[in-house]
């Protein structure tokens, strides 16, 4: 299984940024996905989550910027950042809570991590 994560990059504050990232592999269900961030000398902390049935759990540091989706179809999680702020200049890493097998357990697998840069 691989969690492909893009969409980082470097944008000026006020701007936005949409993050993907696409799960792959030998999967049967995909239970909750999300976005965490760790920002240098920091703790990785959650930005966003969402269950297979659409509902969604936000930081405060982020309720009304962003806005996290997903596709079942396509086992893909996005995440829509507006009005960004320097302090949200981070390494962005996906998550998702599956299992490979009907039978299986569920278990914990992460994206390598897309850089976002809030600057000027």
């Known amino acids: 299984v691989q969690l492909q994560a893009s969409g980082g990059g470097l944008v000026q504050p006020g701007g936005s940024l949409r993050l993907s990232c696409a799960a792959s592999g030998s999967i049967f269900s995909i239970n909750d996905m999300g976005w965490y961030r760790q920002a240098p000398g920091k703790q990785r902390e959650l930005v966003a989550s969402?269950?297979?049935?659409?509902?969604?759990n936000y930081a405060d540091s982020v309720k009304g910027r962003v806005t996290i989706s997903r596709d079942n179809a396509k086992n893909t999680v996005y995440l829509q950042m507006n009005s960004l702020k320097p302090e949200d200049t981070a390494v962005y890493y996906c998550?998702?809570?599956?299992?490979?097998?009907?039978?299986?357990?569920?278990?914990?697998?992460w994206g390598q991590g897309t850089l976002v840069t809030v600057s000027s």
């Open positions: 998550k998702a809570d599956l299992r490979r097998s009907r039978f299986g357990a569920y278990g914990s697998y």
């Open positions: 969402i269950t297979s049935g659409g509902s969604t």
